[in-house]
């Protein structure tokens, strides 16, 4: 009978674990154990069996050893692809809205600042904003400097979830790219409850409330989501707008299930689903010739 | 069990979840913790300082950590590792508890831990509670306890509340357990059963 101090053979002989809490850590993994003859081990066979001095380094041993397996899982778990990846894209989200407030409040402040400036006339982006709130020389100017730090460190966090979702999920990651891919995955809680949903929720993903008050009363039914953010459907003319989107949450859904269930790029779907969204796309400009 | 002016306590280091200290004792409310509410409407419940117990499904650890203040040691298992990381946190305090992540409804991955034990508690939201609680046995002692804190709308929300007791009670007795006393944890918690049986065999 294997227990996490050692090996007990059925002749009543026994061969304790020699080391730290790394190779006890080792040992467990390797055991098989059998619930049908089982034998609850007692901390007087681990004392006889020479693996500790008594019952309280026994508890104490034992106490280690299951708080390090149990970290190890933890983090085996969190790693376990897309639920960090979901606390990063809730964290973009979260970074883009602190920012644009921050400008926001720095560009009021500016004004009182500097009585003769406004932005009328010309096109003043906001990031062309911080770089003037920097050149101040008081506390905005150094305020403004953090923001720019922030804008920056926005930009790499959002590249890297694109690079990730590449991996997480491949085929998401083709139709729509990475940052939209992993919004999606994000909204919907984890890939594996997006491989779950149907095509029309994942479609209209990300517009809840229009689709509660369409489903409530007379306002039209939302067209998409997350997944206007997308080029093809943002880009589309009106009149198939719906259609794109229609089109392209249908092959998001699939797309999903590979994702989930096989992890890896699928090109006999892709390109022909490619194809499709793309011919439905250009069924617009065609029309407005 | 220690009870000052009608309230229950445990003696320990406090500050674990927040609870209310009293002249130096831990408050262990009714509300929060259904072995606390047990302790309550069951005035003979119990709990000494040699009792070795399995608790099954541990979460965050705040019964677990007054438990802990009782008796010998604890062998905790959780299976959701968010609850688990405040019950490692806990386990560094209090060093007669022995957590182990692992799935209750599957012994083996934690049977080369556990050593005999004198009461086998239980608390986990699963429609198969009873069931997990048979597979359990085998670590409880000859004429040792085992508690059962029944969630019923775990079960099955569609059924009513006490055809799933009755049925728990019959799943268990068919099993060799003889049942020494079961009862409803009103007012402190709703649809919430409490089966204490005994291994006799």
Redesign the interface.
């Given at each position: 009978m294997?227990?996490?101090f050692g090996d007990i053979n059925p002749d009543g002989s026994c061969v304790p674990v020699k080391g730290e809490i790394k190779e006890f850590a080792a040992h467990?993994r390797d055991?098989d154990?059998?619930?049908d003859n089982?034998v609850?081990?007692?901390?007087e066979d681990a004392v006889n069996c020479g693996a500790v001095k008594d019952q309280d380094e026994y508890?104490?041993k034992?106490?280690l050893?299951?708080?390090a397996?149990?970290?190890e899982?933890?983090r085996a778990?969190?790693t376990k692809g897309d639920i960090e990846l979901v606390q990063m894209v809730r964290m973009l989200d979260e970074m883009d809205h602190v920012i644009n407030l921050l400008i926001e409040r720095a560009t009021e402040w500016y004004l009182v600042l500097n009585p003769k400036f406004s932005r009328k006339y010309k096109s003043v982006s906001a990031k062309q904003m911080v770089a003037i709130i920097r050149r101040e020389k008081t506390s905005l100017g150094r305020l403004g400097y953090e923001i720019d730090r922030m804008s920056s460190e926005r930009t790499r966090l959002m590249k890297e979830i694109s690079s990730r979702t590449d991996i997480i999920a491949p085929n998401c990651s083709a139709l729509v790219g990475g940052l939209v891919a992993a919004r999606l995955i994000s909204k919907a809680g984890s890939l594996a409850q997006m491989s779950r949903m149907p095509a029309s929720a994942i479609q209209v993903l990300g517009a809840e409330s229009a689709l509660f008050t369409h489903l409530k009363g007379n306002t039209p039914s939302p067209k998409h989501g997350i997944i206007f953010q997308h080029r093809r459907v943002h880009n589309s003319k009106a009149k198939v707008r719906g259609r794109v989107s229609r089109v392209l949450g249908g092959k998001l859904a699939i797309a999903a299930k590979l994702d989930y269930f096989r992890g890896e790029l699928v090109p006999e779907f892709i390109d022909p689903a490619q194809k499709r969204i793309d011919y439905v796309f250009s069924l617009g400009e065609e029309n407005k010739k | 069990m220690i009870i000052i002016d009608g309230v229950l306590v445990s003696k320990g280091q406090g500050g674990v979840y927040g609870e209310k200290m009293m002249k130096g004792y831990r408050v262990w409310s009714p509300n929060r913790s259904k072995f606390a509410a047990l302790a309550m409407i069951r005035p003979g419940t119990d709990l000494n300082p040699d009792l070795k117990v399995l608790y099954l499904g541990a979460a965050n650890g705040t019964t677990v950590s007054h438990f802990a203040d009782y008796v010998n040691?604890v062998y905790a298992v959780e299976f959701a590792?968010r609850p688990?990381?405040d019950?490692?946190e806990v386990?560094?305090r209090r060093?007669?508890?022995?957590?182990?992540?692992a799935d209750a409804g599957n012994?083996?991955?934690y049977?080369?831990?556990?050593?005999?034990v004198d009461m086998v508690y239980q608390d986990v939201a699963q429609p198969n509670q009873a069931e997990i609680a048979i597979m359990n046995l085998?670590?409880l002692k000859k004429g040792g306890i085992l508690i059962l804190m029944l969630k019923t709308r775990s079960v099955d929300v569609t059924v009513s509340p006490k055809t799933v007791f009755l049925d728990t009670l019959k799943e268990l007795e068919e099993s060799g357990l003889e049942i020494e006393d079961a009862c409803w944890l009103e007012p402190y918690h709703h649809d919430h059963a409490c089966i204490i049986c005994r291994k006799n065999s």
């Amino acid at each position: 009978m294997q227990y996490w101090f050692g090996d007990i053979n059925p002749d009543g002989s026994c061969v304790p674990v020699k080391g730290e809490i790394k190779e006890f850590a080792a040992h467990y993994r390797d055991t098989d154990f059998d619930m049908d003859n089982f034998v609850p081990l007692s901390p007087e066979d681990a004392v006889n069996c020479g693996a500790v001095k008594d019952q309280d380094e026994y508890l104490e041993k034992l106490r280690l050893l299951c708080i390090a397996l149990a970290e190890e899982k933890i983090r085996a778990h969190y790693t376990k692809g897309d639920i960090e990846l979901v606390q990063m894209v809730r964290m973009l989200d979260e970074m883009d809205h602190v920012i644009n407030l921050l400008i926001e409040r720095a560009t009021e402040w500016y004004l009182v600042l500097n009585p003769k400036f406004s932005r009328k006339y010309k096109s003043v982006s906001a990031k062309q904003m911080v770089a003037i709130i920097r050149r101040e020389k008081t506390s905005l100017g150094r305020l403004g400097y953090e923001i720019d730090r922030m804008s920056s460190e926005r930009t790499r966090l959002m590249k890297e979830i694109s690079s990730r979702t590449d991996i997480i999920a491949p085929n998401c990651s083709a139709l729509v790219g990475g940052l939209v891919a992993a919004r999606l995955i994000s909204k919907a809680g984890s890939l594996a409850q997006m491989s779950r949903m149907p095509a029309s929720a994942i479609q209209v993903l990300g517009a809840e409330s229009a689709l509660f008050t369409h489903l409530k009363g007379n306002t039209p039914s939302p067209k998409h989501g997350i997944i206007f953010q997308h080029r093809r459907v943002h880009n589309s003319k009106a009149k198939v707008r719906g259609r794109v989107s229609r089109v392209l949450g249908g092959k998001l859904a699939i797309a999903a299930k590979l994702d989930y269930f096989r992890g890896e790029l699928v090109p006999e779907f892709i390109d022909p689903a490619q194809k499709r969204i793309d011919y439905v796309f250009s069924l617009g400009e065609e029309n407005k010739k | 069990m220690i009870i000052i002016d009608g309230v229950l306590v445990s003696k320990g280091q406090g500050g674990v979840y927040g609870e209310k200290m009293m002249k130096g004792y831990r408050v262990w409310s009714p509300n929060r913790s259904k072995f606390a509410a047990l302790a309550m409407i069951r005035p003979g419940t119990d709990l000494n300082p040699d009792l070795k117990v399995l608790y099954l499904g541990a979460a965050n650890g705040t019964t677990v950590s007054h438990f802990a203040d009782y008796v010998n040691c604890v062998y905790a298992v959780e299976f959701a590792p968010r609850p688990m990381q405040d019950l490692i946190e806990v386990s560094r305090r209090r060093t007669n508890i022995i957590p182990i992540m692992a799935d209750a409804g599957n012994p083996r991955e934690y049977a080369p831990f556990v050593e005999s034990v004198d009461m086998v508690y239980q608390d986990v939201a699963q429609p198969n509670q009873a069931e997990i609680a048979i597979m359990n046995l085998p670590f409880l002692k000859k004429g040792g306890i085992l508690i059962l804190m029944l969630k019923t709308r775990s079960v099955d929300v569609t059924v009513s509340p006490k055809t799933v007791f009755l049925d728990t009670l019959k799943e268990l007795e068919e099993s060799g357990l003889e049942i020494e006393d079961a009862c409803w944890l009103e007012p402190y918690h709703h649809d919430h059963a409490c089966i204490i049986c005994r291994k006799n065999s």
